[in-house]
């Protein structure tokens, strides 16, 4: 199986410690990183994706905003030049611990987080990664 995830929820799940718009958006988000864990690859779509979910029954949900689909091509260039290969939707990635040390290294030197800008959750994201990653709920072996 896969984790469907849009290209900013890269991002997200760096930095993620358990906070978030409401308690089932959380338990969602929990039930995604539990199933990353345990060894699920990551299928990369265009859109409201898995950690969606919760919020799409509200009238406006902001996960079909502009921005945020700006936020996602901003991310997807952003670590596409990581990878060193253009990330698009339909591609997979197999989250390894070596992977994940690379995502959060260039995360937290500001390489992967010019789709941040202007995002709610920016400062607890910049802080957790100061940090060096100390709670958050995604570990790899």
């Known amino acids: 199986m896969t ?20 308690p089932a958006f959380t338990d969602n988000y929990d039930k995604v990183i539990a199933r990353l864990v345990t060894g699920e690859d990551i299928l990369i779509q ?17 996960c079909f905003r502009d921005s945020v689909l700006e936020r996602d091509a901003k991310a997807a260039q952003d670590i596409g030049q990581l990878l060193g290969r253009p990330l698009q939707a ?7 611990g070596v992977i994940l040390d690379q995502f959060r290294k260039a995360f937290r030197s500001g390489l992967t987080r010019s789709g941040c800008t202007g995002c709610e959750w920016f400062d ?7 940090m060096g990653y100390s709670g958050t709920r995604l570990k790899l072996s």
């Open 124 to 130: 607890l994201c910049s802080a957790v990664s100061q």
């Open 3 to 22: 984790v469907r995830l849009r290209p900013h929820h890269l991002l997200c799940m760096l930095t993620y410690v358990g906070k978030g718009y409401n």
């Open 46 to 62: 265009e859109g409201p994706d898995e950690i969606c979910q919760p919020l799409l029954a509200a009238k406006e949900a902001h």
């Open 90 to 96: 339909g591609d997979v990635i197999a989250l390894q």
